[in-house]
């Protein structure tokens, strides 16, 4: 069966069960994916995945069903499903099935794969994982050599006149090379991504990710201690990504962001400001519409230190008097509607990060950082997690430390950056965008070590 | 909800499938193929928010030769649809004449270690909601602290069909239920949260006496609040003693990572090449098993259609086996442990642990505590992660308390712990007796997969604490 036949057969049993109104998000993605392992491609996989979320409006309440089989017995089945999760929801829901914004239209063209998509990709990782062994000769191995292309159209089609779809594609990769001394093994990755895969440049990320291993050799714990701290874009970015549902309407609705309510007030230094902008130049997904229909655009939701907006949907604008931000979001077919950020980034200066780690004088600078998912509680903004870097003193880098935490609480961070650098970054494509950083100077934060 | 017919796909295509997979010489082809119902509803603010259920269904093809694989997965279920990404998945493999075909297939015969006796997919929605209510009403009895509740119930039902050319044809259905409560406690300046997350490869039936909805939600209640009154754990170097169940996400994170086939076989582990060797405490004895009778990791077949296994990791703190998928077996010159998982059928599979635990030692708790003069006892912990390479883990510590001369005294929050896999494992000196297991959901390369961690109290010498 066609989606335009399932579409219509759908419409049909949503009228004829008797929902007020429905929406059809659909998407279709295409994934490839190879790792190389010792001079060959040892790994390739590929995917083309579909799925088609239904939601309705019956009684004054929202249902949700998902499906990747187009039949019609299937049809009536998604209706019957979303019927059922309509009739269990006991909020009143604000009905945010929309009109289209008048004069918008979006419509993809359909997706392309790259010519030659896969030797580009072979050709990526073998050169990369080349680049790593060249390079030292203390690199032993590379542990990980991966690039991956993924490309996906979405459409939005709904009882009220909405019909709206888009594409998107970019491409990542990830190397890892593996230094070994004394016993001990060190192992630096890099990530890189671009808007298509000649594009990628992975071997530039190669030798970054063999300078930051082999700079590591013979690392130690820092002393416990209260250190000035100066976050590189990376580990800026981990925690901005990490904490940006604090600036989630959707949170503030359900009393977990601290934030809510708080607009016109100082949240952060005064030297701040955060941006979620869908057509930021120097990021690479540029989204039109967000997942309501809605066009996006631009805005400061930080400025100069004082919070201007939480980041909307159509529905938690509503609950809380606001206008919607157009940042509504599905994390896939089958979630519910929530709020995501576009490209959310925290605007630079104009001072080199030289000329930062130079006034901060004294501190710890911080490359990496791991176990977010763990360590980090977006609920209560505190985060205490494994770290390396190097120790800052007389403004100049210093010794490589390791097997240290740092720990903080996200609400304060943003009241203690004392300055930012010039060098936004932008970590790799997820979710709605990307989330930017420069080197972000913060005094202090609690390092526990030796 | 009706639990709807859905018939793989007949023997004849998928001889066909494979035939088409093997045509440019690969040595191996395999079908996952997989019909999916899940279902979760979500309870905030004493409501039911939204109520989700999800029918996924898709196929993964994998061809392989000497160690070179190739996958291509599909939601495109139909004939052209998996001849398709048969012959997608053999272009890219290799590029030669035809070298095997499929072996006839000899249905795989095993029983049911895992049955559902109430199925998700034959339970209202309404009876979902009712313990959802039932968790809130629980976990906001503990105080009038407890700001926010929010509560998950989700299920799921796979039926999963994986046949290859060596003759393999097996079939499984399986049953996956959980809930998850989550309380927030707030004095309005700062939030702290507590969570229990119970969950077996079972139906709704662990309902009805294995799971206690009330009891757990009020245990999620009762973190939150002991830890909104805490003050903030200092760092340092200590000794630390880790409570059985979730406690075992330590072993999970600093070792059982590092002895699955896809780092060991690719020399990506600090346990490569240690067979035999001493890399633990004598008092460390550890397991990863596939079949416990309902357990949350458990599955009677793994997702290449092995038979799962008890396969003991280390014993008395010597090294005796890894986890290991065919692949890596292949890799490695070992035979499959049943370790071959995935999330679904979009990802090719790798070894994963199932339920993996420490065996109960032989220290009495008290003695555990009595033997520390400063140092910290964790009574819950969050999740975790390592890089397998060097070994460097850390996980949260969600629940924390402070030990001095021999007695728990102060809660503390926010402490992680990080260190070495290869280090942390020598300095487990103390082992207790109760072992208990705890749930969870472990992401790799092959996707989100159900894992159990367990362990008894466990003593570690010396760690890295982080705090403030």
Redesign the interface.
Known sequence: MTFDSFKEEVARRAKEAGAEAFELYSVRNKTMEVAA?EG????????????VNLRLLAGGR????????LSP??AS?LV??AL??A?????ADIDEICAPAEGFAARSGGLSEPEAL?SQLQRQVLTAERACLAADSRIT?V?DAQAAWGGGTRAIYNSRGLDLSDETCYAVGVI?P?AKEGG????EYEVASAPDPSALSLQSAAQKAVEATLSFIGSE?AD?GRYAVALAPAVACDLLGTFSGVFSGLAAV???S?LKGREGEAVAAPCLTLRDDPFCMEAILHRRFDDQGVPTFGKNLIEKGVLKTLLHNRKTAALLGAKTTANAYKSGA???LGVTPTNLYFTPSERSRAQLLKEMGEGVFITNV??L???A?P??G?F???AKGYLVAGGQLGRPV???????NFYQLLKDVRGLADDLAFDAPGGAGQIGSPTVWVDGL????? | MSDRRCQPPSPALVEEVLTAACSRGADFAELFWEDTHTHSVNLIDQKIENALRNHIRGAGIRVVKGLRSTYVSTADVGREGLLKAAREAAAACCDGPALVRPLPFAPLQFADLHPCRLSPTTVETGEKAALLHLADRAARSCGDEIAQVSATLADRVQRVLIANTEGLWAEDRRARTRMGISAIASDGVQNQTGFEGPGRSAGYEIFAGEIDVEAAAKEAARTALTMLHAPECPGGRMPVAIENGFGGVLFHEACGHSLEAEAVGRGNSEFAGRLGEKIAGEKVTAIDDGTLPGAWGSTNIDDEGHPTQRTVLIENGILKNYMVDWLGGRRMGLPSTGSGRRESYRYAPVSRMRNTFIAPGPDENEAILRSMDRGLYCKKMGGGSVNPVTGEFNFAVSEGYLVERGEITTPVRGASLIGTGSQVLLDIDMVGRDLAHGQGMCGAASGAVPTNVGQPLIRVREITVGGK
């Not at chain 1, 609690?446 to 030796?450: F, N, Q, T, Y």
Request: aromatic share 8%; net charge negative; no cysteine.
């Open positions: 392992h060959e491609v040892d790994t390739f996989s590929s995917d083309q995945d579909f799925a929202m249902g949700y069903a998902t499906t990747q089989v017995e299937e089945w019957e499903s059922d999760s009739r269990a929801t006991q909020n896969y191995s542990s890892g593996t001990r093994s060190y192992n714990p416990t359900k009393g977990l601290l089958s979630a519910p791991k176990g998912h763990a360590g509680n609920t209560t505190d205490s997690l494994e390791s097997g240290i935490t740092v720990a903080g609690s390092v526990s070590g030796r």
